[in-house]
């Protein structure tokens, strides 16, 4: 095939993928610009729910085996909530605990599952208040649970799921397929003209030397963001891919070894994951639903790139407390490693406070590629007609 069949064909891919997957890329960015500061702004919109209230004198902030024993106790001795299934410690001294609850039964196949989410002061030990987080709404405690939900599952579940993977996949398209459109000879004065933006008295030259320039700079990124998307949303296709160069995590569930003793309780449990990373921060506990099921919990080491929980994941026997499978991103294989940059990368985590501003505004970029790769193909339109 010539040169010209194939850049018409590239040039139509590049085009229809925009005009079908253009309005999708909007609401993920703009959604993905939002959540990229989500803890913050979610404690800013309900300080009454997820802030700690004012320590009483000489009172010190601490988060301990005994202390996360205690909110457990509590919650599980008042019948409006029972053990809970995850606890979430609080990271800071304005932080709460978090505690998570299960919705009976399985979410559809076009809903996303429900968690009630309880939480608990740090000080006081009592109920601040509670959430349905996955649920969509307006108001203030649930805005940021539809924002995160309306970006990963279009508010439909695994098929919205399903959906977001599959434009992942198109931006991948859109992103490389621009890149092979933008290339110009291999002269300074092309690769001049083709970095430039102008208007020379035309609106239509601005936006297509506009939508060519911001999508050369554009595209490394949009390849990144495309490829962690499909990672999160349609892994089956992608850890594949670097299982073919490298090893990934291992995710099979795990049961108990330990056949003797009682199950051990959750300050025990943190207890024994503070003795294997004494530095770190524990960050989340999963208890055991069943009789045979491990504790789940997740630290975070000092010097992670992924900030929040963190991504040291620790299985621990939960009778003997003796580790049945460690995930270390530190120690970790190069593809186990690869794929945990992926979330940090996705979100701008990986850089800190300027990795997430940057993330923020480039979520308005796919807005102005759609305005301005519509109004190219209108006029061209037009033209041909």
């Known amino acids: 095939m010539s040169q010209r ?41 309900n300080p009454t729910l997820l802030q700690a209230s004012t320590p009483a004198p000489g009172q010190v902030f601490q988060v301990t085996p005994r202390t996360l024993q205690a909110v457990v106790d509590t ?20 932080d709460v605990y978090v505690a998570s609850y299960r919705q009976p039964g399985k979410p559809s196949t076009f809903s996303q ?36 939900h309306l970006h990963r599952y279009l508010l439909s579940g695994d098929v919205g799921k399903t959906i977001t993977g599959i434009s992942g996949v198109a931006l991948l398209l859109m992103a490389l397929s621009g890149i092979y459109l933008w290339w110009p000879r291999l002269q300074w004065s092309a690769i001049r003209r083709a970095l430039t933006v ?32 499909m990672y999160f949303n349609l892994p089956q296709l992608v850890v594949p891919l670097v299982d073919l160069v490298s090893t990934v995590p291992d995710t099979a569930k795990l049961k108990n070894v330990a056949q003797d003793g009682a199950l051990l309780d959750a300050g025990q449990a943190m207890a024994a994951a503070q003795l294997l990373y004494p530095q770190a921060r524990v960050s989340r506990l999963v208890l055991p639903a069943k009789q045979d099921q491990p ?56 850089f800190g406070v300027a990795g997430r501003t940057f993330i923020t505004v480039f979520g308005l970029m796919p807005l102005l590629f759609l305005l301005t790769g519509t109004l190219v193909w209108w006029k061209r339109r037009r033209r041909g007609k």
Do not use: C
Not at 77 to 90: E, V
Not at 119 to 146: A, C, H, I, N
């Open 5 to 45: 069949p194939s850049k018409w064909l590239i040039s139509k891919l590049h085009l229809y993928a925009g005009l079908w997957f253009g309005a999708l890329f909007v609401l993920l960015g703009l959604t993905g610009s939002a959540i990229a500061w989500m803890p913050e702004l979610d404690a800013w919109l």
């Open 75 to 94: 919650l599980a001795a008042d019948p409006a909530y029972g053990k809970p299934a995850q606890l979430n410690p609080p990271a800071d001294a304005r």
């Open 113 to 148: 599952a429900i968690v009630r989410q309880v939480m608990v002061d740090p000080y006081t030990l009592q109920v601040k208040g509670e959430r349905d987080w996955g649920r969509f709404g307006l108001t203030r405690p649930l805005l940021m649970s539809g924002m995160f």
């Open 198 to 229: 102008s208007h020379g008295g035309s609106w239509p030259r601005f936006h297509y030397t506009f939508h060519k320039a911001a999508g050369f700079f554009a595209a490394p990124v949009l390849v990144v963001i495309a490829f962690s998307g």
């Open 295 to 350: 504790y789940e919990i997740r630290v975070r080491q000092p010097g992670e790139i992924a900030h929040g929980d963190g991504a040291t994941r620790l299985t621990l026997d939960a009778r003997s407390g003796l580790p049945l499978r460690i995930r270390d991103p530190f120690t970790a294989p190069y593809g186990e490693r690869f794929l945990g940059w992926q979330f940090p990368l996705h979100s701008g985590q990986a």
